[in-house]
Each structure stands twice: as structure tokens, then as C-alpha cells.
């Protein structure tokens, strides 16, 4: 797999580099700010791109700027937008109008080598990683806004918010110690509850509890 | 006020009363000549003289200290109708005949005086019609006591000899004067009873005097002669030695508050125009204008909606109850300030408002400038309060960063250093080097959460809305943000200001309002960003509490916004704070 790297940090650049190379990916390039990423990207066509939100020049969100450039570009790259703080208006925005390959994470999460390289795969082939962090805002808030998400058991609420990171149930089944069957049943339960069409596609069922969690 | 700031007219002035003096002293000298000094009468007529010194004496000083004061001049007229009595002793016919048609003058005089006091004006009609009558009963009714007797002092002004009538007119007279006399007491009564205590003090022994005096005057012939057996002669001592006493007296009283000279109005603008001067100086100048020592400038802080005195301190509603006159200065319509003075010793409430008029643009540029002192002083206690929050806070994240960072680091770094040392199996090396990451990765938390707090990404990355709304987010009670204003519609200090202050809000609506719901509102309204957060809590919370409203109120005043708190008890806090979007 191929992957494309954005981050003005040289150490960290470099240390990203190290890792993924470790974890038998291809770093194909890496740019120092947004203008050079979407060059090498154009060039170097990755499979996934992994690029800081705040870079140079102005240090706001032009690798958020960029990651959507590139989506609208070549349709098919996977892109992770690392941040040091997630909120969720940015995870909306990267998420609005877009099919899955998409990822908002915060940088710490880099040193959680073994579920970060798990969260690129995922990415990678087309799912979603949205950070724990901005998820458990999106879960509070809805679970005080909305009677719906408030009704649900606090197993339930967990279950939705590691279903809104974009985790499989296998996924959540081994974190939270059930069985795939025993997630399946919460999730059903979930769905019923929030009036969620049922879907066979895993990860539109995530992008539907997104939408679901952040309307308003 | 000095001499050699002197206005013309006052010049003038001098002048014009050091010719009066002139002229009575030798009108005292023409007296003196002119009396018959013997016969036995002798020393009764040498008090006429002596009078009329006393008065020009008396009257000149007066007028000289308080020229807008008429006392003076009315002693002076006293002294003329003292100057008629004694032409009157004299031998030659035309003077004693003039003499003695104005003889019993001295006595209307002196209920002139009495009611005059102290401003030397009639002040109301009742006043005025007594001493005109009294006027009138001392020159007309007292007409037939020479016209029509035969025996008179003067028989060249006999035009016929009618006993009857003269005796009838004589009746007449005294029933009038007698009247005159009632009223007047009536009056200066009525004057005592109205009178503040201080008043009192000069008022009362002046009417007593001068009401015995007249009482002396009207009935001494008729009592003393009769019932104690007192010659003609005693009797005409008596009254003129009282009589001496009484312009001493009316001068006095018109001087106290001492007698330094008051200035003349045009005087104290031409001292105005010279130089600046102080307020102090202004109140000690116009003090001596109007002949009150204890006068002085209150200046209007509209701010507070009072007065204060030249030293800065707030007028009591003590102070401004007192028995004295307040006369608010106006300025183009506006309130500036008030001469606060004992209204008894002002001969004309009028003169007041004048002097306050000539004062008022002096008061203002006073004023004008003690509002700079003030505000330049609370400016630089607003720098420096916002100097002492800035390094509180620096103090703060350093402790922060200090005590709890760096120790945990210290502890992962000893982690560390043991997993080195220590070794183990794979499995136990795995699990700890796992376990070091995750403490590692807390204290990168940590990290972030400092720097988030000291300036959030989203405020700099996108701007206020993007961050109060994720400020909102985070809230761990039920918060609802209303927008009306887009990211970079104001400037970046602006909504910095913004952002902290919705942020300290927050954060004391978390930590002490006990409040179930919180509702933050931003808005733009004409170059105004209105930012307000309203909680259903406890209220009862007060600004100046700890270092961050307070800070806030700094930052908000220093962008020339301002921040007000509403927090009654029981019905929640509701903090508003306005701030110009361009500075």
C-alpha cells in the first residue's frame, strides 16, 4: 500500500515514515506543506494520504483544505487528517458528502502504533476513523439534545460511539469483551431506537450514524 | 485678588468713596462749626457730630469691604438724616428749618435698616410699605408739629396757629408709628423664626438692639419723663448715644465672614481669563467675591450622579441638607456643579447665580480635568491589573506544566529507565513498554489541554464561532449557542476577547452556579459584538470573585468594550459583554 505523508514536523515526518515503513507500507513521498502534498499526491497517486490539518503557510486548516482537494481530485485516495485537537465541526465537514476512505484523528493517536496502523487499513479499504475524542462530544451532545440517544442503556451508548469511530463489530466485540452476536443485537437495538433504515453495507451503517449524531 | 488686578470699575469705585468720605467728614466739620456749643445743652449737641462720623464711618468701611452689598450705602443715608437732626440744633434759619423738617428721620432710617438687613434690599412688599409709611409718618405727619404750633423749636416755619390740629396730627403720628413699629417686629420675627440656627446668632441681637432702640426713640418722652423724672436733655443723650451704636452694629453684621474686601463679578472674570488656576482657588476667589468664607465649589460627576467637593470626596446628603443655599452651575444646559454657600450672608441670591454663570466655563475645564486625572489613573490601574492577570496566568500554566507535567514525565522517564534495567521476559517487556506508552500518552493529553486552554486551535485556525462552539460541545451541561456572527467579522483580538470571556463564564457556571441549562449567545449588531451567557442557576455571583472576570473585564474594557454581570440570588447569572468589532 502506498501512502503519501503532509506534516511540516520534520521529526515527526520522519518518525511517521520510520513506522509505516515498519508496518510494510510504501511511503511513495512525503511533503512538507499542503501546496507540495497535493503535487507529490498528483504525481505519486497513493492509495492513502496522511496529512496534518495545520501546516504552513498560514498554520489554520490547509490540510483540511487540501484532503478534500484531493478527494475531489482522484476519487479513490483514502485520506487521514491528523490534528492536535478534534472538533467536531471539522469531522463534518471532512465527512459531509463523501463515501467512505476517511479519516480524522488526533496526532497523539500515532503512538498507539499497533490500533493506529489497524485504523489505516480500515481507512485505507474504505472505512471510516473518526477519533474517540470528537465521537464521545458527538455522544454526549446527542445524548442531551436528543430523547433517542438519552434512551439508550449506557452499554448501548458505548456500542454507538465505537460504531461511530468506524470500528467493525468484530471490532467492538473484542473491546468491549462480547460476542459479535451479542454487538449485532445491541446494534439492532440501536438502530430501532433512532429509526436508522437497516443496512447490509457496514460502513454506510457508520456514515449513517454520523449523519445520524451530528445533525443540528 | 489682588490690587493690581483691580477691574477699572473698581477703580472707579474708590474713588468715588473716598470722595463721599470726603465730603461727610467736612460736612462733620461744617457741623461742628455750625453748633452752639454754649449753653448747657452742649455735650448732647456734640453727639450729633460724633454720629454723623460714626455713620460715614461705619457706612464707607461697609460699602468699601462689600460693594454689592447696599448696607453701606444705607447706613450713609442714615447718616444724612443724623446730619438733618443736628442742622436742625443749629442758628441759622434755613438749615434749622430744613433740619427740622427731617428731624424724626433717623428713627424711619433705622427701621430701614432693620428690615434692609442683610442684603440692604426690601426683600418683600410687607417690608417695603412699612418703611415707606415710616418715611412718611417722619416727614408728613410730623409736618404739623411745626406748621401749625406756635411755640415750635422754629416759629419762622409756622403758617397757622392750630393747636388742635397739631395735637390731632401728633395723635396721629404716634398711632402710625406705633403701627410701623408692630409691623416691623412682626416682620423680623417671622425673619427669626424662618432663620437656620447660624442665622440667628447674628440676626437676633441685631433686631433687639435695633428694636430697642426704636422703641427708646418713640417712647422715652413719654415714659421717662413723666415716670422717672428724666430732663429733656438725658432723654436726647440717651437716644443719640443709642443711636451711635446702631450703624457700628448694621456694619458689622453686613461683614461677617470677615471683613477681607469682596470683589466686584468683572473683577473675578479678569482674574479668570489671566491665568489657570486650581479649584481651590477658584472656590477661594469666588468666596471672597461673594464675602463667604465658607463657600465652596461642588463639582457634578454625572458618572455617580453627585457632587464632589475640590478634594475629590463625595458630597454627603448631610452635607447638601445643611442650612445653606445650593445654587447649581449650568453649562450649555448641562449640570457642572454648584456654589455651595450660607445663604444668610448673601445679599442677593441673584448675585450667586451670576458669579456661578462667570465661573461655570473656569469649573468645567477644572472639571474636565479632574475627569482626565481620574481617568488617566484608573487607566493605569487597568494596565497594571491587566499586567498582574497576564502573569497570573503565566504563573498559572507554569504551575501547571511544573507540578503536574514535568512529574509525570520524571515518573515515565524512571518507567523507562527500569524497563532497561529490569528486562524480563518478552511478554512482561511488552506489557510495560505498552503501559509507558499510555502514560505517555496521558501526559500528551495533559499537554494539549494546557495549550488548547491558552489558545484553542479552532479560535486561530477558524475563529470565534468555530471555537465557542466547540467550547459548547464540551460542556458537561446542557449548553445551547446561538450565532449571529461569521468567523473573522470582527477582529482577531476581538473575538479572542470573546472566546475567553464565554470561556471564563462557562467554566464559573460549571464550577458554582449549579445550573441545570446554559444558553451562550454571540452576535454582531452594528459593529457591536454582543456576546452574552445566561445560566438557570444559583446567581449571587459577584465580579472581582477571582482573577478571571475580573481579567476579562479588563480585556473588554481595554478594547473599549464594556462587561456587566446580572446575578441576583436565586434567579440565575446572566454576564453580557460589549465590544466594538474594529478597534
Not at chain 2, 434749622?96 to 427701621?111: D, E, K, M, N, Y
Not at chain 2, 435695633?210 to 443723650?237: H, N, T
Amino acid at each position: 500500500m502506498r501512502i503519501v505523508i503532509g506534516e511540516d514536523e520534520a521529526l515527526l515526518r520522519r518518525g511517521l515514515e520510520l513506522m509505516l515503513t515498519d508496518a510494510g507500507f510504501e511511503v511513495a513521498a512525503v511533503a512538507a506543506d499542503a501546496e507540495m502534498l497535493e503535487t507529490v499526491v498528483e504525481e505519486h497517486r497513493p492509495d492513502l494520504v496522511i496529512t496534518d490539518i495545520r501546516m504552513p503557510p498560514t498554520f489554520t486548516d490547509e490540510g483540511l483544505v487540501a484532503a478534500r482537494r484531493i478527494r475531489a481530485r482522484f476519487a479513490g485516495t483514502a485520506v487521514v487528517v491528523l490534528s492536535q485537537h478534534v472538533q467536531r465541526r471539522y469531522a463534518v465537514e471532512l465527512l459531509s458528502g463523501q463515501a467512505g476512505g476517511l479519516g480524522y484523528l488526533l496526532k497523539q493517536r500515532i503512538s498507539d502504533v499497533e490500533q493506529f496502523i489497524d485504523d489505516l487499513h480500515r481507512v485505507a479499504e474504505g472505512g471510516t476513523a473518526i477519533d474517540p475524542d470528537v465521537v464521545a462530544v458527538m455522544v454526549s451532545r446527542a445524548r442531551r439534545a436528543d430523547s433517542a440517544v438519552g434512551a439508550l442503556t449506557p452499554r448501548q451508548q458505548e456500542v454507538l460511539g465505537l460504531m461511530a469511530e468506524g470500528r467493525s463489530n468484530a471490532s467492538i466485540a473484542s473491546r468491549l469483551f462480547l460476542t459479535e452476536k451479542a454487538v449485532v443485537q445491541h446494534t439492532s437495538r440501536i438502530y430501532d431506537a433512532l429509526g436508522l433504515a437497516l443496512d447490509s453495507d457496514a460502513h454506510r451503517r457508520v456514515l449513517a450514524v454520523l449523519h445520524y449524531l451530528t445533525q443540528n | 485678588m489682588s490690587a493690581r488686578t483691580a477691574a477699572p470699575v473698581r477703580r472707579s469705585f474708590d474713588r468715588a468713596l473716598f470722595a463721599i468720605l470726603c465730603l461727610g467728614l467736612l460736612l462733620a466739620v461744617v457741623l461742628t462749626a455750625l453748633l452752639p456749643f454754649d449753653g448747657p445743652a452742649a455735650p448732647v449737641l456734640a453727639l450729633f457730630p460724633i454720629n454723623v462720623l460714626i455713620y460715614l464711618g461705619a457706612g464707607v468701611f461697609a460699602w468699601y469691604h462689600r460693594p454689592s452689598n447696599r448696607m453701606g450705602a444705607l447706613i450713609l443715608l442714615a447718616g444724612v438724616w443724623m446730619f438733618l437732626g443736628g442742622i436742625a440744633n443749629t442758628n441759622i434759619a434755613i438749615l434749622a428749618a430744613i433740619g427740622t423738617v427731617g428731624q424724626v428721620l433717623p428713627l424711619a432710617g433705622l427701621v430701614h435698616l432693620l428690615l434692609a438687613f442683610p442684603s440692604g434690599r426690601l426683600p418683600d412688599g410687607i417690608s417695603r410699605a412699612t418703611v415707606i409709611v415710616g418715611y412718611v409718618n417722619s416727614l408728613l405727619l410730623q409736618a404739623p408739629s411745626y406748621l401749625f404750633v406756635a411755640d415750635s423749636l422754629l416759629p419762622g416755619l409756622m403758617l397757622a396757629e392750630l393747636p388742635a390740629l397739631a395735637e390731632w396730627f401728633d395723635v396721629a403720628q404716634e398711632i402710625v408709628g406705633f403701627a410701623v413699629l408692630l409691623s416691623t417686629l412682626v416682620i423680623l420675627a417671622r425673619r427669626l423664626v424662618r432663620s437656620s440656627a447660624i442665622e440667628r446668632r447674628v440676626l437676633l441681637p441685631l433686631y433687639v438692639y435695633g428694636m430697642a432702640v426704636v422703641v427708646v426713640f418713640l417712647f422715652a418722652s413719654r415714659v421717662l419723663r413723666p415716670f422717672f423724672a428724666w430732663a429733656p436733655l438725658d432723654i436726647a443723650a440717651l437716644q443719640l448715644s443709642l443711636l451711635c451704636g446702631v450703624p457700628i452694629a448694621f456694619a458689622l453684621g453686613a461683614l461677617r465672614g470677615g471683613i477681607s474686601r469682596t470683589g466686584e463679578l468683572e473683577e473675578l472674570g479678569v482674574w479668570l481669563g489671566e491665568t489657570p488656576h486650581t479649584k481651590t482657588e477658584i472656590g477661594a476667589a469666588l468666596a471672597r467675591t461673594l464675602g463667604d468664607p465658607t463657600l465652596e465649589i461642588w463639582f457634578w460627576m454625572p458618572r455617580t450622579d453627585n457632587y464632589v467637593d475640590a478634594a475629590g470626596t463625595e458630597v454627603t446628603s448631610a452635607q447638601r441638607q445643611e442650612h445653606r443655599g445650593i445654587e447649581p452651575i449650568e453649562l450649555d444646559g448641562r449640570r457642572i456643579g454648584a456654589i455651595s454657600c450660607d445663604i444668610s450672608l448673601m445679599s442677593d441670591p441673584e448675585l450667586v447665580r451670576t458669579a456661578g454663570r462667570v465661573v461655570a466655563i473656569a469649573i468645567d475645564r477644572e472639571r474636565l480635568i479632574a475627569e482626565l486625572v481620574e481617568s488617566h489613573r484608573a487607566l493605569q490601574l487597568s494596565r497594571e491589573r491587566l499586567v498582574e492577570v497576564a502573569d497570573m496566568e503565566r504563573r498559572r500554566i507554569a504551575q501547571n506544566l511544573h507540578d503536574w507535567l514535568q512529574v509525570q514525565l520524571v515518573l515515565l522517564a524512571l518507567d523507562a529507565q527500569q524497563l532497561a534495567i529490569a528486562g524480563g521476559s518478552r511478554e512482561t517487556v511488552h506489557e510495560r513498554a505498552t503501559e509507558l506508552r499510555k502514560g505517555i500518552d496521558t501526559a500528551a493529553t495533559a499537554l494539549r489541554e494546557v495549550v488548547h486552554e491558552v489558545m484553542p486551535a479552532a479560535l486561530t485556525q477558524r475563529g470565534l464561532s468555530a471555537a465557542a462552539e466547540d467550547l459548547v460541545d464540551r460542556m458537561p451541561i446542557l449548553t445551547t449557542l446561538t450565532l449571529g456572527v461569521a468567523d473573522g467579522e470582527c477582529s482577531p483580538v476581538v473575538e479572542s476577547t470573546a472566546y475567553f470571556v464565554v470561556a471564563e463564564a462557562l467554566a464559573n457556571a460549571v464550577k458554582h452556579s449549579r445550573a441545570g441549562a446554559i444558553a451562550v449567545s454571540l452576535r454582531r449588531e452594528a459593529e457591536v459584538l454582543h456576546v452574552e451567557i445566561h445560566d438557570n442557576g444559583d446567581g449571587g455571583a459577584q465580579l472581582g470573585g477571582g482573577f478571571g472576570l475580573t481579567g476579562m473585564t479588563e480585556r473588554v474594557s481595554a478594547l473599549g468594550g464594556k462587561l456587566r454581570m446580572d446575578s441576583e440570588q436565586g434567579r440565575g447569572t446572566t454576564i453580557r459583554a460589549e465590544i466594538p468589532c474594529e478597534l
